[in-house]
């Protein structure tokens, strides 16, 4: 009978380690997945906070006031038992950032939350704890020109018609200081000595001939064109209720034009005038015209200096038929003088013309940006451009946020 009294106390014991190690597997089960939950909620809440923060930043906002306000819309309030939320940042590592990106940020959300367990207490673990963390890179918002400040801008994707041609025959040569060139496709020139590059370089998505300074078939810095372009292109100001203005006609063999922004419709009307401008932008509405100032006219003057087109001298509208050289008839072709009387600034945006330098009359260098489909000289062009950044046209470029970790 002892014997069987002890048999049975056995069992009882074991049946008491089987119901812990049960509930212990309970336990392990239910609040582990439960404190896997509530990591997973943590992180997507640390993730949203830090994209918050990020963002404010680019706002020049308060940063953990916004992280904080995610958080705790995310459940995470910083009340310091259940959770806390830790907001830190520092400067983001030199070559991470666009070099002309301001007050940029790598900010991390730290939170650490506590959850009471249910069944675990049972084995003594009471609460579970959860750290997880958060890391957005905020690059700000800056002030950008055109195509990387490239003085010339060559736009034809095509690897034989160069987008941009110092010329094969005469004696053209070009000056070109603050700025390089850019094709989108080729790019050439005669000889060494037909450009000179002062503090630019020639960049092209192909080849490129007979440059001082080249970096060629730079295909990761392609313009997908004209998607690229057009995403640029100021609004039309000569639709119903633009602020557009009707084109004043030339008087004399010159017009001035100021104040506002001119709906050109007859550019031909300006083939060797005098343009000169005054605090205006010229809008090309045209699709097809042959500007030649051969023998007298060009262009010349300020342009717009504030608002939507701002420092822009021309705008030529985009023709989905695009000129392929300056000797392409019916297309958008412009020779291109300085004007004795004074220099030109601003940004020329020509998407789909072809304009050809015949020289600057008076040695004076112009202040502008050239972009177009096709850019060349011909004959015995002296060609001088001072390339400024602060005289073109410079767009807002938006904050990139990324998570780093």
Request: with cysteine; glycine share 10%.
């Amino acid at each position: 009978m002892i014997h069987k009294k002890s048999e049975k106390g056995q069992a009882i014991i074991l049946i008491v380690f089987a119901l812990i190690g049960l509930i212990g597997i309970t336990g392990l089960t239910v609040d582990g997945g439960l404190a896997y939950s509530e990591r997973r909620r943590a992180q997507n809440a640390a993730d949203s906070a830090a994209f918050a923060a990020a963002l404010a930043n680019s706002k020049d906002e308060n940063i953990e006031a916004a992280a904080q306000n995610i958080a705790a819309v995310n459940g995470f309030n910083d009340d310091g038992i259940q959770n806390e939320v830790v907001i830190t940042y520092v400067t983001s590592p030199a070559d991470t950032c666009p070099d002309e990106s301001p007050n940029n940020k790598d900010i991390t959300v730290e939170i650490t939350s506590h959850l009471n367990t249910y069944f675990a207490p049972i084995v003594g673990i009471r609460m579970t704890t959860n750290k997880v963390t958060a890391t957005t890179r905020a690059c700000g918002t800056y002030i950008a020109p055109l195509f990387d400040g490239n003085a010339i801008v060559g736009l034809n994707p095509s690897t034989s018609d160069c987008a941009y041609d110092s010329g094969n025959s005469g004696a053209a040569h070009w000056e070109i200081t603050g700025g390089g060139i850019f094709s989108n496709g080729c790019a050439y020139s005669k000889n060494n000595g037909s450009v000179n590059l002062n503090g630019g370089c020639v960049t092209t998505v192909g080849t490129a001939s007979n440059f001082t300074c080249s970096n060629s078939n730079q295909t990761a810095k392609k313009i997908n064109y004209p998607d690229d372009v057009l995403a640029i292109m100021p609004p039309n100001p000569c639709i119903s209720g633009g602020v557009g203005k009707p084109q004043p006609a030339p008087s004399g063999g010159s017009v001035t034009i100021s104040n506002g922004v001119y709906c050109i419709t007859d550019f031909d009307a300006y083939d060797q005038t005098d343009v000169i401008l005054n605090n205006a932008t010229l809008y090309v509405t045209d699709l097809a015209f042959d500007l030649k100032f051969a023998g007298g006219g060009g262009f010349s003057g300020t342009p717009t200096k504030s608002g939507t087109y701002s420092s822009y001298y021309m705008i030529i509208a985009y023709d989905p038929t695009p000129c392929q050289s300056f000797h392409d008839n019916g297309s958008q072709r412009v020779e291109y003088r300085g004007n004795g009387g004074g220099l030109l600034y601003g940004t020329v945006l020509a998407p789909s013309a072809c304009i050809d330098f015949r020289g600057n009359p008076d040695g004076s260098a112009i202040h502008s940006q050239i972009i177009a489909y096709n850019v060349s000289s011909n004959g015995n062009a002296s060609v001088s451009i001072n390339y400024e950044e602060d005289e073109q046209r410079r767009n807002p470029m938006n904050p990139t946020i990324e998570l780093i970790k």
